[in-house]
C-alpha cells in the first residue's frame, strides 16, 4: 500500500503519464506549464480546479495541467510557501516576519493575513513564471525526442519489412 502510495507521488509516473497521453506536444506542454504555474500560488486545495478551468478555457491539456499542479504535493506544500513568502518578501523590498496579531480583533486578523499572504502571492507569481518556462521546454523537448524515437522505429521496421518482401 505503502509503495503505490509513494509511486503516485513520484516524478518518474508524472514524466510517464505526461509522455502516454495523446495530445499534440505543444499542447501538453502548455498544459503542464500551466499547471506549474497554478502549483506555485498560495491556493492550495483549488489548484487543480483552477489549472482544469483555465486548461479548458484556453484548450491545452487539461490532463497535463492537473499533473503541473503536483509541484506542490504533501512533501512540497510547505517548502513551496515558504520560498514564495520570502522570495514575494524579497521582491517586495519587504523584511521577512510574522505579523504581531491581536486574535479578538478581526482588523488585526486580517491585516496579518494580508502582510503574509501578499508576499505569497508575489513570490509564487515569481517561481510559477520561472518553473512553468522550464517545464515548458523541457516537456516539450522530451514529447519531441520521444516523437522522434517512435518515428526511427517505424521506419526502421518499414525498411526490415521491404527487405524481407
Not at 18 to 33: F, I
Not at 41 to 47: A, R, T
Not at 64 to 70: D, L, P, S, V
Request: glycine residues 6%.
Amino acid at each position: 500500500m505503502l509503495k503505490k502510495f509513494k509511486k503516485a507521488f513520484s516524478f518518474r509516473f508524472y514524466i510517464k503519464k505526461l509522455l502516454e497521453l495523446k495530445d499534440r506536444p505543444d499542447e501538453t506542454a502548455k498544459g503542464l506549464a500551466l499547471g506549474v504555474f497554478v502549483g506555485f500560488l498560495p491556493v492550495n486545495g483549488f489548484q487543480v480546479l483552477i489549472a482544469v478551468t483555465i486548461a479548458a478555457i484556453t484548450r491545452v491539456s487539461k490532463v497535463a495541467a492537473a499533473i503541473g499542479t503536483h509541484v506542490t504535493n504533501p512533501w512540497t506544500t510547505i517548502p513551496v510557501l515558504i520560498a514564495d513568502y520570502y522570495v514575494g518578501c524579497f521582491l517586495l523590498r519587504k523584511s521577512p516576519h510574522l505579523p504581531r496579531v491581536n486574535l479578538s480583533s478581526l482588523a488585526s486578523i486580517l491585516s496579518a493575513g494580508k502582510a503574509i499572504i501578499i508576499p505569497m502571492f508575489v513570490g509564487g507569481a515569481f517561481l510559477g513564471a520561472i518553473f512553468s518556462i522550464l517545464s515548458y521546454f523541457g516537456m516539450k523537448k522530451l514529447l519531441q525526442n520521444k516523437i522522434t524515437s517512435v518515428k526511427s522505429r517505424v521506419a526502421l521496421k518499414r525498411r526490415k519489412q521491404a527487405v524481407v518482401d
